[in-house]
């Protein structure tokens, strides 16, 4: 079975909500994980994001790169600058993908009202809606493959 690792900064949002979607849709053909290059603890509001499309990734941990076997990985997917800077030179056995996608910790939102409670959420949904898009993308071009 393949290994995948989803890397960010903090392991706290987008890293952990790419984990539970790809867990959820791609749990079947691949070993997940999720890491941060300076892991902080899982943010409530991913959690709860996360929930209102039904999956559950509560009782993920936040975890370093140096706490999951990165070296073994056929494929690491960097959602962030930070990740992508700091990751250390990879084998050529290892496929690396870019998946930019904002923190929505501290996105600056066109909402116009980011530090309410109602603009940091909507600022959580617009990555998660981000991130389900590539990883709909990244399943299609995954079934190509095999077929």
Known sequence: MKKILFLCASN?????????MARKVLGDRFEIYSAGIQPLALNPLAVKTMSEIG???SQQKSKSINQVPWK???IIVTLCGTSSKSLPSLPPT?????WAVPDPVTMTS???FKSSAEGKQMAFKEVR???????DEFAEEQKKREA
């Open 12 to 20: 706290a949002t987008r890293s952990q909500m790419a984990e539970g």
């Open 55 to 57: 999956i559950d990734i």
């Open 72 to 74: 073994e990985m056929d």
């Open 94 to 98: 290892i496929q690396r993908l870019q």
């Open 110 to 112: 066109h909402y116009g």
């Open 129 to 135: 809606e981000m991130i389900q898009k590539r990883m």
